[in-house]
Nanobody, 119 residues
Framework: QVELVESGGGSVQAGGSLRLSCRYI?????MAWFRQAPGKEREGVAI???????VYAESVKGRFTVSNDNAENTLNLDMNNLKPEDTAMYYC????????????????WGQGTQVTVSS
């Protein structure tokens, strides 16, 4: 059974906005967004904790906001003022306990959704 399903990717021009969503079927303590551009390592974007403040990568602070909709079992990532360097495949990941924003701590992953930002 697929536990995490992302949606909302697409193509936008620089300065535009997108909302990514990750639908989950059970509760997790740490839920995060990662991204991976071609030829680059997977990098953390933002992490939402069941009992703490979200943490963001420096490159997205002030532009991206992560939130959890408990009623809809959905983790959202609102991305504003998008830049070409935000172009990547975006993945949702989850863990039952606390984790830092590091891919090696996560075992549950979604299939990814593509975000392309043109200049």
């Amino acid at each position: 059974q697929v536990e995490l399903v992302e949606s909302g990717g697409g193509s936008v021009q620089a300065g535009g906005s997108l909302r990514l969503s990750c639908r989950y079927i059970r509760n997790w303590y740490s839920m995060a967004w990662f991204r991976q551009a071609p030829g680059k390592e997977r990098e953390g974007v933002a992490i939402f904790y069941g009992g703490g403040m979200p943490v963001y990568a420096e490159s997205v602070k002030g532009r991206f906001t992560v939130s959890n909709d408990n009623a809809e079992n959905t983790l959202n990532l609102d991305m504003n003022n998008l830049k070409p360097e935000d172009t990547a495949m975006y993945y949702c990941a989850a863990r039952e306990s606390w984790a830092p924003l590091s891919a090696s701590y996560f075992r549950a992953w979604g299939q990814g959704t593509q975000v392309t930002v043109s200049s």
